[in-house]
């Protein structure tokens, strides 16, 4: 039973310019959330995906922006990349109405 | 806003010690989670306490919640050297709601 997938591992990228990050959910869970972690952070809340419409959103710009697909799957994008966007990315799914979550590896955003 | 602190941030101990962390929060909570990461690595998670009073153990850790005192400890039982790692408690309000994350404790256990 395959857990949370997040693809890239690493990725670097120069100011101003646009990413975006994928996230494949553990097997039965329908909802996606995300995370930005800083170097010596915990983890802050970007926003959470369910039924392909964003439910909750934290403190985070328009910059940020995402979308989920109908097999659960979910995308994070980030445009006009800064340098204090730099960070661990991590994905986090669930089943909506139940408790729980099942982090993903993360992904590693460098942006020079 | 739901502010969430643990302490202490860095905490170093001697091999076959016990010790505590605690997890202060600030607003009335439904879910208190404890999670561990070691370091470039995901979240690992620990525990889930869901209730005022409840106590859960693994091992070496056990974890408690008080609701009323907003007060929820991860209790190390004579520590080794392979919990060291940084240790995250996360509080939920509500269902299928975000997470709310401490500032982390850093553990490390020397021989």
């Known amino acids: 039973d395959a857990g949370v997938t997040q693809s890239p591992t690493h990725l670097i990228k120069t100011r101003g310019q646009q990413v975006t990050l994928r996230c494949s959910p553990k097997?039965?869970?329908?909802?996606v959330s995300w995370y930005q972690q800083a170097l010596g952070q915990g983890p802050q809340f970007i926003f959470q995906?369910?039924?392909?419409?964003?439910?909750q959103r934290g403190n985070f710009p328009d910059r940020f922006s995402g979308h989920q697909f109908p097999n659960y799957s979910s995308e994070l994008n980030v445009n006009a990349l800064l340098l204090g966007d730099s960070a661990l990315y991590l994905c986090?799914?669930?089943?909506?109405?139940?408790?729980?979550?099942?982090f993903g590896s993360g992904t590693r955003l460098t942006v020079v | 806003e739901l502010k969430v602190e643990q302490n202490p941030l860095f905490l170093s101990m001697q091999e076959g010690k016990n010790y505590t962390i605690y997890c202060n929060y600030s607003?009335?909570?439904?879910?208190l989670y404890w999670y561990r990461q070691d370091p470039g690595k995901s979240l690992e998670s620990l525990f889930v306490l869901l209730s005022n009073g409840a106590v859960k153990q693994e091992g070496r850790l056990m974890a408690s919640l008080d609701t009323k005192a907003r007060l929820s400890t991860l209790h190390i039982t004579a520590a080794v050297h392979d919990l060291s790692a940084t240790y995250f408690c996360?509080?939920?309000?509500?269902?299928?709601?975000?997470?709310?994350f401490g500032t982390g404790t850093r553990l490390q256990v020397t021989l």
């Open positions: 986090a799914s669930s089943l909506y109405g139940d408790y729980g979550y099942t």
């Open positions: 995906y369910y039924e392909e419409e964003e439910r």
């Open positions: 607003t009335t909570s439904d879910r």
């Open positions: 996360a509080v939920e309000m509500g269902t299928a709601s975000k997470l709310t």
């Open positions: 097997s039965g869970h329908d909802t």
